[in-house]
């Protein structure tokens, strides 16, 4: 941490030495478009018309930085941050900052969603700096090597308080630049030395760690958990998908019913709160309260995915149809509101419509009274928790009208069964306020296709076809897989991000591994060679693009040059590292396949990550399911197909949670054992086996775990 020590001084010397005067730059000129306009991005896009001379991160930015010796201003957010949104405005369209920062910098616009390997470089450089964990918009400076040496999240134009304004800060920077280059420099050299000494996830161990970390890892999470809210924090409060789903399977390793407890506390918690979105289904990103309350409105793939398949576990754990109808609703909004033409889904939904985060959501109401008669007016109003004074006052925008309602569930079945009629007048006044939001103007979508979410989607897709008995899901599933076969892979490599207007040229582990995941899912549902040997031609490249043969484990992205640390990732937050993904798709092929190589792959990332995994536990707890599964009696199910068809099989499958099943045929690339497995009397056959113990073949799916 020296290296981390000596920057922060040279930092702080900065801020105390230079001067604050104005600016003397010249006249920026008049707005127009800048490169950005020519961008496929849909974020980078949006800044097209600012009077900042903008660039994509790329050669001509690079170049006119070191041939100029300028600072890199990196400017890093996604399409539907409202942060970024409110900086734009603040900052980004201000002429006078412009001034500064076409004067004095090479200005980069990143969409992290096309660059999520440059993403986590410098986030990590601002987490290093600053021991703060960071967020969006990811403002950074860089040398013209590309190595940060200051960083901050969002900044207001002036200074407010403790916070420094963006303005000063690039005076300030301009002037340190100018006069203490020598310093800056040397700092940031130590700095990206120490990102190089920590860009592996710990000590190579000895062993896969034992299942003992399972157990340290669940009791730290349920420590730590709201007791009477779910999830964890006091605010914001993030839904932490892998969290839940790893406790489903400790609770199901262990029989603890304080665990199930916890998990359906905060499923329930969720789906009643305002991130969860009673009208449109689906659910916003976060919310800013501890009570699940009010939310940052935008809406994510990756969040409708993997909390799609976190309902369906809880579904097929309890049996109860409320969690079965949140995941529907999810299924349904990602198929209305975020599926393109050729059967792919976008990315996401904007939080902010006519300018105003939440304006599509909110309900005022006077709105209501209008819409509603008198009855249905009452009833909604203690249905959803409705009043004259609101929840939700957008602070970022002076101009938004107060007395806004976020809806959440405040009534449950009792009140609305309690008074004959009152559900009746519920459902037809959500019907009248689902009718008048359509006519709203909706939030802007982020129109791009990436490779990644959309191999969460369809993954959990073919599952929710089958759990929930809707062959329509399935089919979307299937769609989605045809167009990212056919549009984003070319026999050898996957783009990252499809747009109507091109392909991008950049190498993503995650998007190799999660479409591996998606192939792997969607072959143990069908059946089908082909999707087998799809994920078997992801997980070689995945190997020779990405894996650490050294030392293990997988890193975020390929060699690269404007990639200036490879890293492995050390957290499963919003989504899953590389190696969390690929150590439970290693051991799943290797299990379907027979591959002792994909067996080895998985046991060398355990070990990669095994110092981390027990200093930490809860940070890799996507990572933690697949040691879950390397640790449990696995489950072999092959099914032989016959002339009846599925035959009642997958209906069996899916009525229970079953976590270390894993499904194969006997066709393609599958080991010799399972090719010789055979129909019976031409009737699908199941051949069950659990550790070392196989049940004997059977044509019912009745007799499948009796």
């Known amino acids: 941490m020296k290296a981390v020590r000596h920057l922060l001084g040279v930092i702080a010397l900065i801020f105390l030495a230079v001067s604050c005067d104005a600016d003397p730059a010249a006249d920026a000129g008049q707005v127009k478009e800048n490169r950005l306009a020519k961008e496929a991005s849909p974020y980078l896009r949006l800044h097209a018309k600012n009077p900042v001379d903008w660039y994509p991160w790329g ?105 420094v304004g963006f303005k000063n800060a690039l005076l300030q920077l301009k002037d340190a630049w100018g006069n203490k280059q020598e310093q800056v420099l040397a700092s940031a050299k130590e700095l990206r030395q120490h990102m190089l000494d920590s860009s592996v996830a710990g000590k190579l161990t000895k062993t896969v760690p034992d299942a003992e970390v399972l157990g340290m890892a669940a009791q730290l999470l349920m420590e730590s958990g709201d007791a009477q809210k779910g999830g964890w924090d006091k605010g914001p409060k993030f839904p932490m998908p892998s969290h839940l789903r790893f406790l489903l399977r400790s609770w199901k390793r262990s029989g603890d019913s304080k665990v199930l407890d916890f998990v359906e506390l905060t499923a329930r918690e969720m789906a009643k709160g305002g991130i969860h979105d009673h009208l449109g289904g689906g659910f916003h990103r976060y919310t800013v309260d501890g009570k699940w309350l009010v939310p940052h409105f935008e809406k994510m793939l990756y969040d409708q995915a993997q909390l799609l398949d976190f309902y369906l576990d809880l579904y097929q754990v309890s049996r109860k ?186 190498e993503q582990a995650e998007s190799y591994l999660l479409m591996l995941q998606a192939s792997r899912r969607c072959y143990e549902m069908t059946l089908d060679p082909e999707l087998l040997e799809f994920a078997v031609d992801l997980a070689e490249a995945s190997i020779a693009l990405f894996h650490d043969s050294k030392k293990g484990g997988f890193f975020g992205s390929a060699v690269a040059d404007d990639v200036i640390v490879r890293l492995k990732g050390s957290y499963d937050g919003a989504m899953p590292t590389a190696s969390s993904i ?125």
């Open 321 to 506: 149809q409320k969690y079965a109808d949140v995941a529907d609703s999810i299924c349904g909004y990602v198929l209305r509101a975020m599926r393109a033409e050729g059967g792919a889904f976008y990315c996401a939904e904007d939080a902010q419509s006519e300018g105003k985060e939440g304006k599509y959501f909110c309900w005022t109401t006077s709105e209501l009274k209008s819409l509603l008669n008198p009855d249905e007016f009452t009833e909604i109003c203690a249905y959803f928790g409705v009043t004259d004074e609101g929840n939700f006052y957008d602070h970022s925008d002076p101009e938004a009208l107060k007395a806004q309602n976020v809806l959440s569930l405040v009534k449950g079945e009792k009140w609305l069964g309690e008074k004959p009629g009152r559900e009746a007048l519920v459902l037809s006044g959500i019907k009248k306020m689902q009718v008048a939001r359509s006519s709203r103007i909706r939030p802007s979508t982020d129109d791009k296709v990436l490779a990644s979410w959309n191999g969460m989607m369809i993954g959990a897709l073919q599952r929710a076809g089958i759990v929930l008995g809707e062959k329509k899901y399935s089919a979307a599933s299937n769609k989605a897989m045809a167009f990212v076969k056919k549009e984003m892979w070319d026999g050898k490599r996957l783009a990252h991000r499809w747009h109507a207007d091109g392909l991008d040229a950049s």
């Open 582 to 706: 690929a150590v439970m798709e290693f051991l799943k092929l290797s299990e379907i396949t027979g591959r002792k190589d994909f067996q080895k792959i998985a046991e060398g990332t355990f070990r990669a990550h095994g110092e981390l995994m027990m200093l930490a536990p809860t940070s890799l707890t996507s990572m933690l399911q697949a040691l879950d599964l390397y640790h449990s009696k696995r489950q072999r199910l092959v099914l032989a197909v016959g002339a009846n068809g599925d035959a009642g099989f997958y209906a069996k499958i899916a009525a229970g949670y079953r976590p270390n099943l894993t499904l194969m045929g006997n066709k393609g690339l599958v080991d010799d054992f399972e090719k010789g497995l055979k129909a019976k009397g031409e009737k699908t056959t199941g051949y069950l086996c659990e550790g070392e113990t196989c049940q004997a073949p059977v044509t019912d799916p009745k007799l499948l775990w009796k």
């Open 59 to 163: 050669e001509e930015a690079f170049a006119k930085a070191k041939k100029e010796n300028k600072p890199i201003l990196l400017s890093i957010g996604y399409s539907t941050c409202h942060w970024c949104h409110v900086m734009e405005r603040e900052s980004f369209e201000n002429k006078e900052i412009a001034k500064i920062l076409n004067a004095h910098f090479v200005a980069i616009k990143l969409d992290r969603e096309e660059r999520p390997d440059v993403d986590k470089v410098y986030m990590t450089a601002y987490h290093t700096m600053t021991g703060q964990t960071g967020g969006w918009p990811l403002n950074m400076f860089l040398t013209p090597d590309l190595t940060p040496f200051f960083g901050g999240t969002y900044f207001p134009p002036t200074d407010r308080g403790d916070r």
